[in-house]
DNA sequence: TGTGAAATCACTCTAAAGGATGACGCGAAA
DNA sequence: TTTCGCGTCATCCTTTAGAGTGATTTCACA
């Protein structure tokens, strides 16, 4: 990381360099000193942009880590049905949880299951009420007790 | 993040013709030009340091393969301290990620920790930055993966 | 002694989530 | 055939989350 930063100061201090004695030159020789100005403007923004753009970009170091996982020894989940009719959850709210538990916004929920956001709106408010949760976060943590969802 | 390379654009764009201005005016009075091109760079290099600064920050993407290892399964968690490190998450924000896994508010969180909802949002959004996460159900769903939480 | 990480808080905005309500089509059951 | 549950969608409105920025304090480490 901190190797970008030095290596930006030392190509930034070799540019000044380099352009202090190609500016003699241009004086020397009296040339045009605005566009020279603007070249080195130029020149040093490129650098920057350059720069901004290989931190940007996904040259992000991919650390590939293995974690050790318990095989599953424990049940691979049995859906808690009986909760589930208790509770007056219909499948596609179900489907909607599980959306909501991995993550997904409203959005992507819709796009995933080619509706509109605002029916996942309607399913996940039903879906709060019938769990009694008033976020997506605690829907999903009281889904997981009731082992509605895995 | 695109947002700082435009950003850097304008202002370097904005620097150079101020710099082609003062340029005038020390040419005009026959001022010292290596002084001149000294400044143009730093200024220059201080803008792309200061880019370069702003884009350092982890964005490594951490690729996670689950390896089966048969183990006796339903071991009481074990905290994977490990990633916890890789991804410098803070104990501070591990503990606000705990409460944001409970389905807790930010308010909620932040009356529960004594800490102002302000605060809380800083270290989610920090979390989140670490975690990659958009949202919170994201970051909960990530790092339950990544085993930081049960 | 100053440098940096961590924790704290504030303020401004934008985006997303959530509540309330109404509406419509469709198929199964009464 | 009418009723009802389910899924669909919308609109208005409020609350919560989240991004971005900047500032302060504390504490450990060099």
Do not use: C
Request: glycine share 8%; proline share 3%; no cysteine.
């Amino acid at each position: 990381m901190k190797k970008h930063i030095l290596l930006y100061g030392l190509l930034g201090g070799v540019l000044i360099a380099v352009l202090n004695l190609i500016e003699y030159r241009f004086l020397v020789i009296e040339h045009s000193a605005e566009i020279y100005g603007a070249l080195i403007g130029l020149l040093f923004a490129l650098l920057g942009i350059w720069l901004g753009l290989k931190l940007t970009r996904r040259t992000d170091t991919i650390i590939v880590r293995e974690v050790e996982v318990p095989v599953p020894a424990s049940l691979p989940f049995a859906r808690n049905d009986e909760t589930l009719r208790s509770l007056g959850i219909t499948p596609r709210e179900l489907e909607i949880l599980e959306q909501i538990a991995a993550g997904l916004s409203n959005r992507e929920i819709g796009e995933k299951l080619f509706v509109s956001e605002n029916t996942v709106k309607t399913h996940s408010s039903r879906l709060f009420d019938k769990l009694g949760a008033k976020r997506r976060t605690q829907a999903v943590q009281l889904a997981k007790e009731l082992r509605l969802i895995p």
